[in-house]
Antibody, heavy 117, light 110 residues
Framework: QVHLVQSGAEVKKPGASVKVSCKAS????????ILWVRQAPGQGLEWVAI????????TCAQKFQGRVSVSRDTSTSTVYMDLSSLRSEDTAIYYC??????????WGHGTTVTVSS | QTVVTQEPSFSVSPGGTVTLTCGLN?????????TSWYQQTPGLAPRTLIY???TSSSGVPDRFSGSILGNKAALTITGAQADDESDYYC??????????FGGGTKLTVL
């Protein structure tokens, strides 16, 4: 069975960085892209970034350029999202999602990141 | 900057039909945007309903369908049920790996 298991909740101070992990299982890791999507409290969904696990290429939304880094470890089938220079507006649930040919078929359970002084 | 537009809210009677739309602030939505649709109940992760404009995700009831209507992508619910009351989001592919979500539509069934 396919699973995306994300790391636990984080509380960070403004200006700090956070690293969220997403461990895949139940399928061939490099056959599917992984997207990151976030949702701030009471707000809508926001696309953050994508990684293509086969070659490791990444793309992110313009507003996150310079602040987000996405990487993967093929030996452990894990994707990581690093977000730096955190501010209160980054408080959100961060989801990793499996995708192939624009079909986002499996969602992680979400990781709550709270940025507070 | 690309803005994806959705109706903020919509209401439908039980058993009725409703069409939610997904547009662009500049230009038309076409099949090349590979629009997908998501349903979200508060407190839960989103659920994928439709991808690649028309294709239903596995396990999705056939009362949900996707299409292009004029210059927008559309999600139609035929025979709405009480548990369809949710937030609905579209996601548009803009090329170069970039995706953009719409602001979401809050659907009320009453």
């Amino acid at each position: 069975q396919v699973h995306l298991v994300q790391s636990g909740a984080e509380v960070k101070k403004p200006g700090a960085s956070v690293k969220v992990s997403c461990k895949a299982s139940g399928y061939y890791f490099t056959d599917y892209n992984i997207l990151w999507v976030r949702q701030a409290p009471g707000q809508g969904l926001e696309w953050v970034a994508i990684i293509y696990p086969r070659g490791g290429e990444t793309t992110c939304a313009q507003k996150f350029q310079g602040r987000v880094s996405v990487s993967r470890d093929t030996s452990t089938s894990t994707v990581y999202m690093d977000l730096s220079s955190l501010r209160s507006e980054d408080t959100a649930i961060y989801y990793c999602v499996r995708e192939q040919q624009f079909n986002m078929d499996v969602w992680g359970h979400g990781t709550t990141v709270t940025v507070s002084s | 900057q690309t803005v994806v537009t959705q109706e903020p809210s919509f209401s439908v009677s039980p058993g009725g039909t409703v069409t939610l739309t997904c547009g662009l602030n500049s230009g038309s939505v076409s099949t090349s945007h590979h629009t997908s649709w998501y349903q979200q109940t508060p407190g839960l992760a989103p659920r994928t309903l439709i991808y690649n404009t028309y294709t239903s995700s596995s396990g999705v009831p056939d009362r949900f369908s996707g299409s292009i209507l004029g210059n927008k992508a559309a999600l139609t619910i035929t025979g709405a049920q009480a548990d369809d009351e949710s937030d609905y989001y579209c996601l548009v592919y803009m090329g170069g790996g970039i995706r953009v979500f719409g602001g979401g539509t809050k659907l009320t069934v009453l």
